[in-house]
T-cell receptor, first 116, second 119 residues
Framework: GNSVTQMEGPVTLSEEAFLTINCTYTATGYPSLFWYVQYPGEGLQLLLKATKADDKGSNKGFEATYRKETTSFHLEKGSVQVSDSAVYFCALSARGQGGATNKLIFGTGTLLAVQP | GAVVSQHPSRVICKSGTSVKIECRSLDFQATTMFWYRQFPKQSLMLMATSNEGSKATYEQGVEKDKFLINHASLTLSTLTVTSAHPEDSSFYIC???????????????FGEGSWLTVV
């Protein structure tokens, strides 16, 4: 079946440090891949996405590249800020049996804490 | 941007009682809404897909008689946890897809989530 595995947190970094949050997936066919972010007290928000192999999604300084050969979609940011502190979820969207409505399958989430 | 609101954000109920959680799309209509639950340190698990004007589609292993879903209008879906027990304590979160939007994930908007504690 389809699944997403992401690194456990919490990840604690100092401001301006480099961030990597690993995400790997298992899926049949060609899923779309997403990173969602949840700031304290808020709902999940789409951060970036990639819909096919070698696509790079980017937003707010974050990047992730769809690597089919390694089934990965690692999230990176060159210089994190305190305001980036949040929970980050990796997810995939794959069409179900009989072409049913796409569903999002999430990883467990990774808490990022950035210290000044 | 599009806003989805859940209410209540936190609720405590006694074992054996029922509790209702509302999910509203505030500035768009949503034919389809989704309900997830999340246990501590685990993934968000899809419970059911809520379709306006028809019965919800439940994921395997989810008791439809225990988790009642009603999607009576294009802006409101409700999840009722019936005869709640402590093991139902969890974080419940809904999402909504605007009517007519494509099926890619970037057209899905999430609520803030609801913490349910059953004592």
């Amino acid at each position: 079946g389809n699944s997403v595995t992401q690194m456990e947190g919490p990840v604690t970094l100092s401001e301006e440090a480099f961030l990597t949050i690993n995400c790997t997936y298992t899926a049949t066919g060609y899923p779309s891949l997403f990173w969602y972010v949840q700031y304290p007290g808020e709902g999940l928000q789409l951060l970036l996405k990639a819909t096919k192999a070698d696509d790079k999604g980017s937003n707010k300084g974050f990047e992730a590249t769809y690597r089919k050969e390694t089934t990965s979609f690692h999230l990176e940011k060159g210089s994190v800020q305190v305001s980036d502190s949040a929970v980050y979820f990796c997810a995939l969207s794959a069409r179900g049996q009989g072409g049913a409505t796409n569903k999002l399958i999430f990883g467990t989430g990774t808490l990022l804490a950035v210290q000044p | 941007g599009a806003v989805v609101s859940q209410h209540p954000s936190r609720v405590i109920c006694k074992s054996g009682t029922s509790v209702k959680i509302e999910c509203r799309s505030l500035d768009f209509q949503a034919t389809t809404m989704f309900w997830y639950r999340q246990f501590p340190k685990q993934s968000l698990m899809l419970m059911a897909t809520s379709n306006e004007g028809s019965k919800a589609t439940y994921e395997q292993g989810v008791e439809k008689d225990k988790f009642l879903i009603n999607h009576a209008s294009l802006t409101l879906s409700t999840l009722t946890v019936t005869s709640a027990h402590p093991e139902d304590s969890s974080f419940y979160i809904c999402s909504a897809r605007p009517t007519g939007a494509g099926q890619s994930g970037n057209t899905i908007y999430f609520g803030e989530g609801s913490w349910l504690t059953v004592v």
